[in-house]
């Protein structure tokens, strides 16, 4: 932003040679919107040097930047970027973690006022600067271009474990070639004398002992490492060299590869829920789901996970929907892209959850069943010592327990309560309750593979649907994990100018020896120690950064006005107030209340008790807490950093300065940067036309200056900041700093 907005506005003269948008009107029609362009950017040192700013080409190297071949393409990868693993995951867990269908209302709510509003600031400003998340913050203000360093920090925490749930998904899909499913019923153990089933399985259920022992061999608290796990570690191995050898070759999925990607997994979904909607019970678990419970929507934990979640849901914070809207034609109409993206991710996570709770619904009423028959024989133990026969209703039957229902077992004990209420609790009798099974269903990163894996014990031909299902979770999460590692790669590549294939090795090696840090039989809990803690904080004040930098440093009027230009028309006033006040406001009051929560409520984890087989709350010890902070303040540093030494002059604003860049045919032609250019916060430079070279013989895009500008005024078209593929030749139109 310009110091005096007002005073650096100059008068343009009428005498233009050329405008980039008579440049842009003379390009050959078979160029086809220019399908292929690149940056050929000039160093600051003017060696003539080239590299491709959004690519990240090395020296000397020119990479064309690909644009998208069509709008449902485009739409396409958006949600393939959009619906990950999260959908199936990690929403329905915090929907059971949440109380349900309280978790809806807020989410929905923060969706509107937060989600839709940002992700269509971030699809603006892709497209209008056509750059990636560095490049994008370095040229709103080089004092932020921490917010691009700090999103490529916690892309590489979330890439850690995000992989390790896509090595869970490989060891399922491995054990899915078998009939029956090994997860189908618990295991027997037999001796000498006796055979019986193992004790933790039948204290809990077959798919959650095979979850938790089976699979993960899971210690009782996080400070128990364990020793590595050695399937686990496999699988790891396995994940991490399909990225690395995807991400070598750089793979670019062709349309028919897309629609498969994009469509397959609501296949799988909707098959799953007319399966599911069989289950007995099933109907319990959706109006579980549906259900609000207000109290639970006054805490501020389940405000800020449903915000981290729309976050993670749109892929906020992340430079992803940067990037892609990067490769955007300028007159795109991201506002609708970026409510139909937000709507669909929507509908697809709440078509997951309703499999997940239909599910749910159909365990929580086989362990009520089996909770009514034990208590039932309880209170036939009990007759004439303790409770008389009198008490039980004439249509009971007790000679046939089997034959007694869940409401015959609760009428039994509201009498037997209102009768015995001193002696009551002496009595040792259960509530058996759906909803209480419900609310206190398995959590967790396992919610998905328990209820999915208990689903398909009950599907004809199992192995096949189990294949299907896990097949669709390791294509979800590969997609996402691409577009993670691109986004670390990509600034890596910028900075250091190392080959591609040296540094995708080299990081997904480092990523591998980390990642044994979660697949230890402790590694459970770290997962979900990364998951609360490396991402939700830090992408909250990257989201809140991104949005100060537009609204405020920038300026809201000038990126309506940019915006104006671009759509082609003026976008709800609804946004402005959104991006300048509600947002921000929501964004800061969610940011203080997610360091009261920690502060007040030392952070904790569900741990799993082998001897009791059941989830047990557990406290982080001090070395955890520590690493907890750690991970937040690490994800956030860049921030700061970046901010101290371009304040201080330690690294001087012009030195990683774009200069301005003007169209060529196919291309961006990039001309050196002058020093002594008087503007704190623009990273791109122009000289004067008569030093500019033209990006055609004979022809300049720029105008002649009127006024005291002198030789080393900015002759950039429009304000400070000069692209040349805006336009700047129309009068009527405000000018932007853009």
């Not at 210690?219 to 050695?230: A, D, F, K, R, T």
């Not at 709507?343 to 309703?354: D, E, M, P, Q, R």
Request: proline share 4%; glycine share 8%.
């Amino acid at each position: 932003m310009p110091k005096n907005s007002k005073a650096v506005k100059r008068e343009l003269d009428d005498d233009v040679t050329e405008s980039v948008k008579d440049l842009l009107s003379n390009e050959d029609a078979c160029d086809d919107s220019f399908k292929k362009t690149s940056l050929i950017v000039n160093n600051h040192e003017g060696e003539g040097k080239e590299c491709d700013v959004e690519e990240g080409g090395s020296d000397g190297e020119e990479e064309e930047r690909p644009a998208w071949n069509s709008k449902l393409q485009y739409i396409l990868a958006q949600v393939g970027f959009s619906v990950g693993l999260g959908n199936v995951w990690r929403f329905p867990y915090l929907c059971q973690k949440n109380g349900g269908g309280a978790y809806l209302v807020p989410y929905l709510i923060l969706l509107i006022l937060i989600g839709i509003p940002l992700f269509f600031l971030e699809l603006a400003v892709g497209q209008r600067i056509r750059r990636g998340s560095i490049g994008v913050w370095n040229y709103i203000s080089p004092r932020l271009g921490g917010i691009g360093f700090a999103s490529c920090v916690v892309c590489f925490f979330v890439a850690l474990y995000y992989n390790v749930i896509i090595s869970w998904s490989l060891f399922y899909f491995s054990q899915s070639f078998q009939q029956p499913l090994p997860w189908h019923e618990c295991p027997l153990v037999k001796n000498k004398t006796s055979t019986y089933v193992v004790p933790e399985c039948e204290k809990s259920s077959a798919t959650t002992y095979y979850w938790y022992r089976s699979a993960l061999d899971i210690s009782n608290s996080i400070s128990e490492g364990g020793g590595l796990n050695w399937k686990m570690t496999v699988c790891l191995l396995v994940a991490w060299s399909m990225v690395c050898l995807a991400m070598i070759k750089g793979i670019q999925s062709s349309g028919k590869v897309m629609y498969f990607s994009s469509l397959f997994p609501y296949v799988v979904l909707i098959c799953f829920l007319v399966r599911s909607l069989l289950l007995k019970g099933s109907v319990d678990g959706i109006r579980h789901m549906f259900t609000p419970k207000l109290e639970i929507m006054l805490e501020a934990k389940v405000w800020r996970e449903a915000a981290t979640q729309v976050f993670f849901a749109l892929g906020l914070g992340f430079g992803g929907v940067i990037a892609f809207s990067s490769y955007n034609k300028r007159d795109n109409n991201c506002h609708f892209d970026a409510v139909l993206v937000s709507f669909i991710n929507f509908f697809t996570s709440v078509l997951a959850t309703l499999v997940v709770f239909a599910v749910l619904g159909f365990k929580a009423n086989i362990m009520n069943s089996k909770c009514v028959t034990l208590n039932t024989q309880k209170i036939v133990g009990l007759l004439g010592n303790g409770i008389e026969e009198s008490l039980i209703p004439h249509h009971i039957n007790l000679t046939n327990i089997s034959g007694v229902t869940a409401e015959d077992y609760n009428m039994m004990i509201e009498i037997i309560k209102g009768v015995k209420e001193n002696d009551y609790d002496k009595l040792g009798l259960d509530s058996c309750s759906i909803e209480d099974e419900l609310n206190k269903a398995v959590q967790g990163t396992g919610l998905a593979f328990i209820a999915f894996t208990e689903a398909m014990t009950h599907f004809p031909a199992s192995p096949f649907w189990s294949v299907m299902f896990f097949l669709m979770l390791v294509n979800l999460g590969l997609g996402s994990m691409f577009g993670t590692i691109e986004g670390i790669l990509t600034p890596l590549i910028d900075t250091f100018k190392v080959r591609k294939e040296f540094l995708t090795v080299g990081c997904c090696v480092l990523a591998f020896s980390i990642g044994l840090l979660f697949v230890q039989r402790s590694g459970n809990y770290f997962v979900a120690m990364f998951d609360d803690y490396s991402a939700t904080l830090p992408l909250l004040i990257v989201v809140v950064l991104e949005n100060v930098a537009i609204a405020w440093i920038y300026g809201i009027d000038k990126f309506f006005e940019d915006l104006k230009d671009m759509l082609g028309f003026t976008p709800y006033r609804f946004y402005y107030y959104m991006w300048k006040y509600i947002t921000p406001i929501l964004l800061l009051v969610l940011l203080c209340s997610s360091f009261i929560q920690l502060t007040m409520t030392p952070p904790s984890y569900s741990a799993w008790i082998q001897e009791e087989a059941k989830e047990q709350n557990l406290r982080f010890p001090t070395w955890g807490i520590i690493v907890c902070i750690a991970l937040v303040v690490m994800a956030v540093m860049p921030v700061p950093v970046v901010f101290g030494l371009r304040y201080f002059n330690i690294i001087d604003e012009n030195t990683s300065g774009l200069s301005t860049v003007s169209y060529k045919k196919g291309r961006i032609i990039k001309e050196s940067a002058r020093p002594g250019e008087d503007d704190d916060t623009s990273l791109i430079h122009g000289k004067s036309p008569s030093e500019a070279p033209s990006p055609m013989p004979g022809n300049s895009i720029y105008r002649k200056q009127s006024g005291s500008g002198g030789p080393d005024a900015d002759t950039a078209p429009n304000g400070r900041y000069g692209i040349g593929y805006l336009m700047a030749d129309m009068p009527d139109m405000p000018e932007s700093d853009l």
